[in-house]
């Protein structure tokens, strides 16, 4: 009986790796916000607001995205490129696959309970 109850922990420790991810925002998922933010063209600050940010952090996401064009500037106005609208179409497919992984998780996890 202990053996089932240490396996089923251990289980869900495993199948529950989704979970652990969801506690902070990766770095791609910042540069998600900032990107669908600037869709339109916005501020600095508007970005800052809408990505939930501080700004030293936000300038270097707004610098790795002009660097590696996903964003343009333009006066006072940040802009999502061509690039980074693809980036953003990829990203929601990831997105769409890791939640049917995590549906699948959770099939497993009641099976095995």
Known sequence: MTENKGSLKWRKRFFSYTELRRKRRTGAVLLRDILVAAERGAKKTHIMFGSNMN???????????????????????????????????????????????????????????
């Open 55 to 113: 700004p030293l952090v936000l300038k270097r996401y707004l610098e790795f995205g002009m660097q590696h064009g996903l964003l343009t500037q333009r006066a006072n106005y940040y802009f999502t490129t061509e690039k980074g609208k693809e980036f953003l179409k990829c990203f929601n497919k990831l997105e769409e696959l890791m939640s049917t992984i995590s549906d699948v998780e959770q099939q497993l996890t009641n099976l095995l309970e």
